[in-house]
């Protein structure tokens, strides 16, 4: 299961859970990643796209409900958890 926090539309907290990743939607999300961008605006769009593909929502919802400075942990629990990386040492280690 993935568990993502974003703000809605009122600056409040809201939980958006996936029960079911398929390894094909890992992969899809992997290739977002070894990809070359030209700016940080195309990678921030691109990643908020496969993300919110995998969670069932719109990228909007993402680009508007996560803070700017925090993009990148965001992206980086994603991840954490898309990959399967739940050990508190190798998260310890990562971060």
């Given at each position: 299961m993935i568990e993502l926090k974003i703000k809605d539309a009122q600056g409040k907290d809201k939980?958006?859970?996936q029960n079911w990743v398929s390894t094909r939607t890992m992969l899809d999300y992997l290739d977002v990643l070894g990809?070359?961008?030209?700016?940080?605006?195309?990678?921030?769009?691109?990643?908020?796209e496969i993300i919110a593909k995998t969670m069932g929502i719109t990228s909007d919802e993402i680009l508007d409900g996560v803070s700017g400075p925090g993009?990148?942990?965001f992206v980086q629990n994603f991840n954490n958890q898309i990959m399967g990386i739940t050990d508190p040492e190798t998260l310890a280690e990562m971060n």
């Open positions: 939980v958006i859970t990809k070359k961008y030209k700016t940080q605006a195309e990678y921030v769009r691109a990643t908020a993009y990148d942990l």
